[in-house]
């Protein structure tokens, strides 16, 4: 800081008595802190002071010292009713109200007041300094400078601030980018009035308002603007009796409800373009209505939440107000100028902190419009070029089926499965009870059968009608002998190598599949032939039971 300016900022409050504060519209912790510990010096030395806010201040900085003290406005509708008492001195004053009328009651120590003696008159705004705190430029006010900008060009200001984007609008600027905070200034400027002086101005309420504007700005210490001048401020600020717990609790520690369900839909609706490292998200006011939350309890959220995604340097919130949509833009590095950003869609604010504000518009446009700003900085920034942007993929045509491989033909039968085995079907009748068990033969037994599968068979009679319906008439055919026949079977059109074995009927001659892939329909569908007559020798007594045939072996 430039000991010349500072001079010429006590010089001025030295001739002023009646001085006028003011920090930006939304006014933050570090615009209300320095706004009040300059009020609170001021009013030390004697001085009249007025401290004004475009709007109230948020909830969560209601703990702050003398905040009730802000004002909305400059206007005032004050009616002053003087009463000369150079001739006759006063004892005491009241009043009363009655049927909508005020009366004022003015009791003399002696004597008595005449009319003569009463004259009335308005309030009025006889500044004769104005400071403004932590705002880039007037119109960074709000409505105060818009109803009152004569003011600022009639009443000397000073602009006492720490943005790189500052437009010194005052006639005294002192304009420190290096600054962590507007209090951090302030705390050099106050030391030396105390020095000036030769009286302490500094309590522990000052400290604490102080402090308080060095710790939110800098995120607790957290953010890139922390330099080893505000921690040296803080620690002298902690030394002089800041209260840096009650900070702490106040603003990190202490969360609404509904603050946290608004901090909830923010990150719900959190987007990202790698491609050009940015995150974004918006706050509607049906995001407000939802979240029953007010516009003030979204502070904090791009620095608390968005800002910790890996991977993005420029992080935006777009957030939508009754009068107005504000854009919060932030990065984490010094190579991206969020400032440059800002300052193009006229707003301002430091390297790696700015914003805007936009009046008139639909929010929808206001965020595409934030968004195509910030695409248009990174791609020159980071020098992307149209081939490097992603396509879309071509639409792809529908391929035609490659031509299945031709089957065997096999009936009706299951479709093929690749991998697993398929067995043959024939059409049967519907399966029949099935029969019990018959117990083993004995030795004896045994013996006969072996006997009988010896001789010689006689050749098969020619099939007949009749023979193959000899169930159906209520006839039990003979038992004819049996061998064995095996199936080679397996997946749909492939030379199977599992077996399938079951007992038919000796015919004389043996049926065999033909080869995987070849004919087959004849030979599914082909009858067979019935089963020989069974020889007229005498069974042994003992002999078990002939077994049954499947009735499918006999169609």
Not at 136 to 158: C, M, Q, R, S, T
Not at 210 to 239: C, K, V, W, Y
């Amino acid at each position: 800081m430039e000991p010349n300016t500072i001079d010429q900022i006590l010089n001025l409050v030295d001739k002023s008595q009646n001085i006028l504060l003011i920090t930006h519209a939304k006014a933050d912790c570090d615009g209300l802190g320095a706004m009040l510990a300059a009020s609170t010096v001021f009013k030390e030395l004697g001085k009249r002071v007025t401290a004004v806010s475009n709007d109230p201040a948020p909830e969560n900085l209601s703990f702050l010292p003398a905040i009730n003290i802000v004002q909305g406005s400059l206007g005032s509708n004050d009616f002053i009713i003087t009463l000369d008492l150079s001739k006759t001195p006063l004892s005491k004053l009241k009043y009363n109200l009655e049927d909508k009328r005020v009366n004022i009651i003015i009791t003399p120590k002696y004597g008595s007041f005449s009319p003569q003696d009463v004259s009335f008159g308005k309030g009025d705004r006889k500044f004769d300094l104005i400071i403004v705190f932590d705002a880039g430029n007037l119109e960074h006010l709000g409505p105060i400078y818009d109803k009152n900008a004569e003011l600022f060009f009639e009443i000397p200001v000073i602009n006492i601030d720490h943005h790189a984007s500052n437009t010194d609008f005052g006639r005294v600027n002192l304009v420190d980018v290096v600054a962590a905070s507007t209090t951090e200034i302030l705390f050099g400027v106050l030391q030396t009035m105390e020095k000036k002086y030769n009286k302490k101005l500094i309590t522990e309420d000052v400290a604490t308002l102080l402090l308080a504007g060095i710790i939110t700005d800098t995120g607790s210490f957290q953010h890139a603007n922390t330099s080893p001048r505000s921690m040296e401020a803080a620690a002298r600020l902690l030394n002089l009796g800041a209260r840096q717990q009650e900070i702490i609790k106040n603003i990190y520690k202490t969360k609404k409800l509904s603050t946290l369900k608004l901090w909830g839909l923010v990150l719900s609706k959190v987007q990202v373009d790698p491609l050009y490292r940015m995150v974004w998200s918006t706050i509607s006011q049906e995001d407000l209505k939802e979240a029953g939350a007010t516009a003030d309890e979204s502070e904090g959220v791009i620095d608390g939440l968005l800002s910790n995604a890996p991977g993005a340097e420029v992080f935006a919130l777009m957030k939508q107000n009754p009068d107005y949509i504000s854009v919060s833009l932030r990065s984490n590095t010094n190579a991206v100028d969020v400032n440059k950003i800002a300052t193009e869609m006229g707003g301002g604010g430091h390297v790696r902190a700015a914003g805007y504000k936009v009046r008139g518009q639909p929010f929808d446009e206001v965020v595409g419009a934030a968004l195509a700003k910030i695409r248009q900085y990174q791609k020159e920034r980071l020098n992307i070029h149209e081939e490097n942007l992603p396509k879309e993929p071509p639409a792809l045509k529908p391929q035609p089926k490659p031509a299945e491989p031709a089957k065997a033909e096999t009936g009706p039968s299951e479709p093929a499965r690749a991998g697993k085995t398929t067995y043959l079907e024939f059409k049967a009748p519907p399966p029949q009870p099935k029969k019990q068990e018959q117990p083993k033969p004995t030795q004896t037994q045994q013996k006969s059968q072996q006997k009988q599968t010896q001789r010689p068979q006689p050749k098969p009679e020619k099939p007949s009608p009749n023979k193959a319906e000899g169930k159906e008439r209520g006839k039990q055919p003979p038992a004819p002998s049996s061998h064995t026949r095996q199936y080679h079977v397996g997946p749909a059109g492939q030379g199977g190598e599992s077996k399938r074995s079951e007992a038919v009927p000796d015919r004389g001659k043996r049926d065999v599949l033909p080869p995987a892939g070849a004919d087959t329909k004849q030979k599914q569908t082909e009858a067979l032939p019935p089963a020989p007559p069974a020889p007229t020798k005498t069974e042994p007594k003992n002999e078990p039971p002939a077994p049954d045939v499947p009735d499918w072996l006999k169609t």
